[in-house]
Structures are given as structure tokens and as C-alpha cells.
């Protein structure tokens, strides 16, 4: 209980220096609340439809920061009574060997979702993966078909951490609207769509980068903070206004340690509110995708459904139409 007070408390104002130390804004209980509706949603839809939705993953070579995450997405599936299937693949594998599982992938009617787990091996073109990926199982939004869809405002797959950098602002009662915000990072896959999620919530938002000069400068302007770079420790408290909030979205592996991209010891002084790492955005993120899952195996069962009927109905329309081939009778 104490948990979901504190994920709903209202944060210290930017510029006021906060006094007890900084609200920590945890997405694990906001999390918990999505898996229980979607346990509930799932085993739904698999006595309806007599399957369970699949969610693949696709791993290519191997990097600790990723298999941090993906451990967490296949508990996740668990929770909430879904398979989960890790398609492992070698560092050395050709483009097209793995855009052929893929495409596999895309065939297969009881996988409901793909996502390909980043960074990819340099000799491996990013573009080449992400074409290959059926939009209506891009549950991470990555596909250019759905980011279209949400630099348009429009409704397609949103690229999950992305998301939920965003909705542990909402569901902690932050308001987004009119405040100064910053982006640290321009990822298609975290920073970018990041960016357009906090237009859409009415923020002012600013986004730098590894060639932004004077990096401080800029991130002291702000009174909402989301960092997404990829490096430990890279915002220190020195570079924050007093009071700000801020989502620490980096999941980076040193010393066998989980740390954020925000140097959390120094920056806990400074700050109004920011997400710990781990425990902030991840929970929330894996949540999420899962919910993504289920709107796609929704999606896709309804398809088929139509399909069939076309065909049935095109059957019996042909039947009916065929002229008899029996003589008269005499």
C-alpha cells in the first residue's frame, strides 16, 4: 500500500529544493496493476481462440544490457500466462539468415508478437531487420509503418520503453503539459519516439544529443528530465535544476551492477523525482509490451475470422452460380 501512495504523490515542483529527499517514482506497482488486467485478458482470449499468443524475441550475438531485459520479458510472459520464445541467433549469422527467421516468425499463426532485441551487430544493417518485420506483430513499434503512424499522431504500436518513459510521468500524476522537457538521446527506439509522445502531452521538449555542446547547459533548463543515452553515470546532479523530475531510462551493466544513465547518488540531492534503476521504467515497459501483445493477437484473430468468412461466403456464391451439368430428364 505504501508503494501506491508513493507512485501517486504529487511531485516537489521544479525549481524548490526538495527536503526529504527525492520521491522515487517506482513502476513496479504500476506495472503490477496492468499484468493482474492482462492475466485476466489473456486467459480470455485463449478459451476463446484455443491458443495461447506467442511472443518471440529475437537475439542476435549477445549483449548483457539485452539479456537483463529479455530475462525480465519471459518472467514477465509468465505472469501473465503467455509463451514466450527466445529465437537465439549467432553473432556471425548473414543479414538475410536472419531476416528469413523473421520472416519464419511472421508465418507462424500463434505468434502474435516480434520484437528484435537492439543493438544489433555492426555487419547486420538495422534497416534491412526492421523492413522485414510484419507491422501487425511490431509490438515494439520499430517498423516504419507503425512509427509513421506515431509521428502522425495516428494509432499504431509504440515502441514500449518509449512509452512507458512517459506513462510513469502520467500514472504518477505529473504534469507533462506546458513544462519545459528534455530528451537526452535520439534513438529511433527510445529517444525519438519519446520526443513525440511528450508533444502529444502538450510538453515543450528539447532534444540533445552525443553532439550537443555544453550538455549541462541545457539539461539544467529543465523541469522534466528523461534520459535515454545509453551511458552510466552520464547526467550528475551538477548538471540539474532543483526539483526536477526525472526518468532514468538507461539499463547499463558495470561490474556485474544494473546502473542508469544518472549518476543517482549525486543527482538524488538535486532532484524532486526520478526513477531508480533497476525498478523505474523497466517493469512498466515489459508490462506494456505485453499489452501490445494482446491488442496484436486480438487484431490478427479478428483477420482471420473475416478471411474465413470472405472465403466461405466466396465458396458458396461459386456453388451457387455453377450451372448443372445433369441431363434433363426425359
Same mark, same amino acid.
Given at each position: 500500500?505504501?508503494?501506491?501512495?508513493?507512485?501517486?504523490?504529487?511531485?516537489?515542483?521544479?525549481?524548490?529544493?526538495?527536503?526529504?529527499?527525492?520521491?522515487?517514482?517506482?513502476?513496479?506497482?504500476?506495472?503490477?496493476?496492468?499484468?493482474?488486467?492482462?492475466?485476466?485478458?489473456?486467459?480470455?482470449?485463449?478459451?476463446?481462440?484455443?491458443?495461447?499468443?506467442?511472443?518471440?524475441?529475437?537475439?542476435?550475438?549477445?549483449?548483457?544490457?539485452?539479456?537483463?531485459?529479455?530475462?525480465?520479458?519471459?518472467?514477465?510472459?509468465?505472469?501473465?500466462?503467455?509463451?514466450?520464445? /527466445?529465437?537465439?541467433?549467432?553473432?556471425?549469422?548473414?543479414?538475410?539468415?536472419?531476416?528469413?527467421?523473421?520472416?519464419?516468425?511472421?508465418?507462424?499463426?500463434?505468434?502474435?508478437?516480434?520484437?528484435?532485441?537492439?543493438?544489433?551487430?555492426?555487419?547486420?544493417?538495422?534497416?534491412?531487420?526492421?523492413?522485414?518485420?510484419?507491422?501487425?506483430?511490431?509490438?515494439?513499434?520499430?517498423?516504419?509503418?507503425?512509427?509513421?503512424?506515431?509521428?502522425?499522431?495516428?494509432?499504431?504500436?509504440?515502441?514500449?520503453?518509449?512509452?512507458?518513459?512517459?506513462?510513469?510521468?502520467?500514472?504518477?500524476?505529473?504534469?507533462?503539459?506546458?513544462?519545459?522537457?528534455?530528451?537526452?538521446?535520439?534513438?529511433?527506439?527510445?529517444?525519438?519516439?519519446?520526443?513525440? /509522445?511528450?508533444?502529444?502531452?502538450?510538453?515543450?521538449?528539447?532534444?540533445?544529443?552525443?553532439?550537443?555542446?555544453?550538455?549541462?547547459?541545457?539539461?539544467?533548463?529543465?523541469?522534466? /528530465?528523461?534520459?535515454?543515452?545509453?551511458?552510466?553515470?552520464?547526467?550528475?546532479?551538477?548538471?540539474?535544476?532543483?526539483?526536477?523530475?526525472?526518468?532514468?531510462?538507461?539499463?547499463?551493466?558495470?561490474?556485474?551492477?544494473?546502473?542508469?544513465?544518472?549518476?543517482?547518488?549525486?543527482?538524488?540531492?538535486?532532484?524532486?523525482?526520478?526513477?531508480?534503476?533497476?525498478?523505474?521504467?523497466?517493469?512498466?515497459?515489459?508490462?506494456?509490451?505485453?499489452?501490445?501483445?494482446?491488442?496484436?493477437?486480438?487484431?490478427?484473430?479478428?483477420?482471420?475470422?473475416?478471411?474465413?468468412?470472405?472465403?466461405?461466403?466466396?465458396?458458396?456464391?461459386?456453388?451457387?452460380?455453377?450451372?448443372?451439368?445433369?441431363?434433363?430428364?426425359?
Amino acid at each position: 500500500m505504501s508503494d501506491q501512495r508513493e507512485s501517486t504523490a504529487t511531485a516537489a515542483a521544479p525549481g524548490s529544493s526538495p527536503t526529504k529527499g527525492p520521491r522515487l517514482l517506482t513502476g513496479s506497482p504500476i506495472a503490477a496493476q496492468i499484468r493482474e488486467d492482462l492475466a485476466t485478458d489473456f486467459a480470455a482470449f485463449i478459451e476463446r481462440h484455443a491458443y495461447s499468443p506467442t511472443l518471440a524475441i529475437v537475439l542476435v550475438g549477445a549483449d548483457a544490457p539485452s539479456a537483463v531485459y529479455l530475462e525480465q520479458i519471459l518472467r514477465t510472459c509468465q505472469k501473465v500466462g503467455v509463451q514466450g520464445r /527466445l529465437v537465439e541467433i549467432g553473432v556471425d549469422v548473414t543479414p538475410d539468415a536472419v531476416c528469413t527467421e523473421i520472416e519464419r516468425l511472421n508465418a507462424d499463426p500463434e505468434v502474435a508478437g516480434i520484437i528484435v532485441q537492439m543493438p544489433l551487430p555492426a555487419h547486420i544493417p538495422l534497416r534491412t531487420v526492421i523492413d522485414s518485420i510484419d507491422p501487425a506483430k511490431d509490438i515494439d513499434g520499430i517498423h516504419p509503418r507503425n512509427a509513421g503512424l506515431l509521428s502522425l499522431g495516428y494509432d499504431g504500436f509504440l515502441p514500449a520503453t518509449a512509452q512507458a518513459s512517459v506513462e510513469i510521468l502520467k500514472r504518477s500524476g505529473i504534469e507533462i503539459a506546458g513544462k519545459r522537457v528534455v530528451v537526452v538521446g535520439r534513438s529511433n527506439v527510445v529517444g525519438k519516439p519519446a520526443a513525440l /509522445l511528450l508533444l502529444r502531452e502538450h510538453g515543450s521538449v528539447t532534444v540533445l544529443h552525443s553532439r550537443t555542446r555544453d550538455l549541462g547547459h541545457h539539461t539544467r533548463d529543465a523541469e522534466i /528530465l528523461v534520459v535515454a543515452a545509453g551511458r552510466a553515470g552520464l547526467i550528475t546532479g551538477d548538471m540539474l535544476s532543483p526539483g526536477v523530475v526525472v526518468v532514468d531510462v538507461g539499463i547499463n551493466v558495470v561490474g556485474g551492477k544494473i546502473l542508469g544513465d544518472v549518476d543517482f547518488e549525486s543527482a538524488r540531492h538535486v532532484v524532486g523525482a526520478i526513477t531508480p534503476v533497476p525498478g523505474g521504467v523497466g517493469p512498466l515497459t515489459n508490462a506494456l509490451l505485453l499489452s501490445h501483445l494482446l491488442r496484436a493477437a486480438i487484431d490478427q484473430a479478428q483477420r482471420r475470422v473475416r478471411a474465413h468468412a470472405t472465403t466461405s461466403a466466396a465458396a458458396t456464391s461459386a456453388a451457387g452460380s455453377t450451372p448443372s451439368t445433369a441431363r434433363p430428364t426425359q
